[in-house]
């Protein structure tokens, strides 16, 4: 066996692809893979890669783009439940958090502790209820756990860019670096849960490279 | 006629390279036959969103080959032009000369 035969493509590129590939698409990882051993084989493992890289990220758009379109109207009616759902869900830890803070006083004793909880606090709880919905969101969109769960990620996105030109407008920026990154971490938390129930529902999906 | 029954410019592209490559038309050839002739980047991602695009169309169908080792263990997918698609193909490039008829003195521009 030659050095050039044992090269792997990148771990994480080829998990991505098959993150966001059907079942059918199988063919499509083959397809990446004959075409990565090839070009390491005559141009070097660093070309390779960074050729796989580019087709892998500009792969995932348009693998993306045809998965809603396949079934955009099932997609769509997962994506609105599941933006019902996170405005169901993240009222509730804020209400609790602070029924526990007013039952023990804990602006009284331990305002720092108060300080922490009603800002960072809740943040954070807005993470965990992110990876909720997107775990939820994953469940009922069988096949196309990332497509749904992306799609939403991506209309909180939007959302979050319109209320941003507002704060932009008023002259508010400092709210918005304060909540611009706990805004990314709840669209980060709800990919990852995605991409965990669809990494354990696809026995073909897996970190290490098949090649 | 419906404007559906029209080929976009790269699904014209594809099913013009799966044309070209007759029996090898699968995804790494198709995808490097029009690099190689248009001379522009391709994703394999973009080739297969077409492509399946164009099977619920009906201008192509496909079916898989055995799984081989060096494509750790996955088809091929080969990809043949149906008689609609050869169809929509030639209205296409007879589309095209009708627009371009009459226009030679457009190469006098710079």
Known sequence: ?211 | MSSRDYLGEFEHLIVLAVLRLADEAYGVTVRQEIESRTKREVSIGAVYATLDRLEDKGYVKSHLSDPTPERGGRSKRYFEVTAKGIRAVNRMRHALQNMAEGLELIRSYP
């Not at chain 1, 994480?12 to 390491?40: M, P, R």
């Not at chain 1, 497509?147 to 860019?161: D, E, P, S």
């Open chain 1, 1 to 211: 066996m030659t050095n050039e035969s044992r090269i792997r493509p990148p771990q994480v590129a080829s998990w991505l692809v098959s993150l966001f590939a059907s079942a059918k698409d199988e063919t499509l990882q083959g397809d990446l893979l004959e075409e990565f051993s090839l070009l390491a084989s005559n141009s070097g493992a660093s070309v390779a890669q960074r050729w796989y890289w580019r087709q892998t990220l500009r792969s995932i758009v348009h693998l993306f783009v045809s998965e809603f379109r396949a079934a955009p109207w099932s997609t769509a009616a997962i994506v609105v439940a599941g933006f019902f759902l996170t405005k169901i869900l993240f009222p509730l830890p804020e209400k609790a958090i602070f029924a526990v803070i007013e039952k023990y006083r804990i602006f009284d004793s331990h305002f720092d502790l108060y300080v922490f909880f009603a800002g960072d606090g809740i943040a954070l709880s807005h993470v965990i209820t992110s990876m909720l919905v997107g775990c939820s969101v994953a469940l009922a969109a069988r096949r196309k756990e990332m497509i749904a769960t992306g799609a939403l990620a991506l209309m909180f996105c939007g959302m979050t860019a319109l209320a941003s030109l507002v704060w932009i407008a008023r002259g508010n920026t400092s709210m918005l670096w304060s909540t611009l990154p706990w805004n990314f971490a709840d669209w980060i938390a709800m990919l990852s849960a995605a991409a965990v129930i669809r990494t354990l529902r696809s026995p073909e999906t897996h970190l290490a490279s098949s090649a």
